[in-house]
């Protein structure tokens, strides 16, 4: 993203003022900010659902690929998981996990054998002919993971995924992303109010503060991978919360 300039009409001041950051192939980046600091408005740029006023976004361009910078361009190579599931409760598991392979006219055979092979590891194995209405939050979350890693995108944006599910729930299915990013090194951007959340997950936290969004600062996590939900108890981890809240509260977005 370069110089991305945006406002939703021209009165308002602009929520990005020239904001630039790039994220690389294979990268799991974590976007953390204040609830209304415009982390899904930057998600619908990147989608091409909203159109900046000035600057540039590209998906793509690294090895074997050519890079799309127009709206339609990058709608084809961006994954976006909502924060409501958004499944259609006419559907089957395995027919709401093809849904995105359907629409690239991927023959219905081979789409379903694709998710098949995936429905163990993300921990749907017997579930496949169970209807929306009949899974767990938890397991609602991962059916529509997996229709969004079986898109087979260039670039996956997760727009607070967890956040509708209990402590617990969400604990477990922060390990399991763990794993399950660990094997297939998508790359990733992930939008999230909880620093603790972004720290687990993530190779970089981007943080946003102030309005409008002018630049965002940077935090590399260089916690050892695997990790678990025990990695958020080292003494490691206590230091990079104490530098997100620091960036967080030069920002402006935290009190005290
Ligand atoms: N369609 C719209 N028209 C005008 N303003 C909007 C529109 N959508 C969002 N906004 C405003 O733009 C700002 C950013 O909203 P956005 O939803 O991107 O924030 P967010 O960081 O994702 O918040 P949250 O964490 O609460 O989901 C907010 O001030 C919001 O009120």
Redesign the pocket.
């Known amino acids: 993203m370069e110089n991305v300039t945006f406002a939703?009409?021209p009165g308002?001041p602009p929520?990005f003022d020239g904001l630039s950051f790039r994220v690389e192939p294979g990268e799991f980046v974590s976007l953390l900010?204040?609830?209304?600091?415009?982390?899904?408005?930057?998600f619908r740029l990147i989608c091409g659902l909203l159109k900046p006023q000035a600057g540039r976004l590209t998906v793509g361009g690294g090895a074997g690929g050519a890079e799309a910078s127009t709206a339609s361009g990058r709608l084809g190579r961006v994954g976006y998981m909502p924060q409501r599931d958004a499944l259609l409760p006419w559907r089957n598991v395995l027919q709401n996990a093809v849904l995105a392979l359907e629409v690239r006219g991927v023959p219905k055979r081979e789409a379903e054998s694709r998710a098949k092979e995936l429905l163990e590891s993300f921990g749907l194995a017997g579930a496949e002919r169970k209807y929306p209405h009949e899974l767990s939050g938890g397991m609602r979350q991962r059916v529509s993971f997996l229709r969004t890693v079986l898109g087979g995108y260039d670039l996956l944006l997760l727009d607070?995924p967890f956040s509708a599910l209990d402590a617990m729930t969400r604990t477990q299915l922060q390990e399991w992303l763990l794993g399950v990013w660990e094997r297939h090194r998508t790359t990733v951007l992930f939008?999230t109010?909880d620093m603790e959340e972004a720290l687990l997950l993530s190779d970089r936290v981007l943080i946003a503060a102030g309005r409008p969004v002018a630049r965002l600062a940077e935090l590399p996590v260089s916690l050892p991978r695997p990790r678990s939900s025990e990695t958020t108890l080292s003494p490691e981890f206590a230091a990079l919360k104490r530098e997100a809240r620091r960036l967080l509260q030069e920002g402006g977005a935290l009190h005290g």
């Open positions: 939703f009409s308002e929520v900010g204040p609830s209304g600091i415009g982390k899904t408005t930057l607070e939008i109010h």
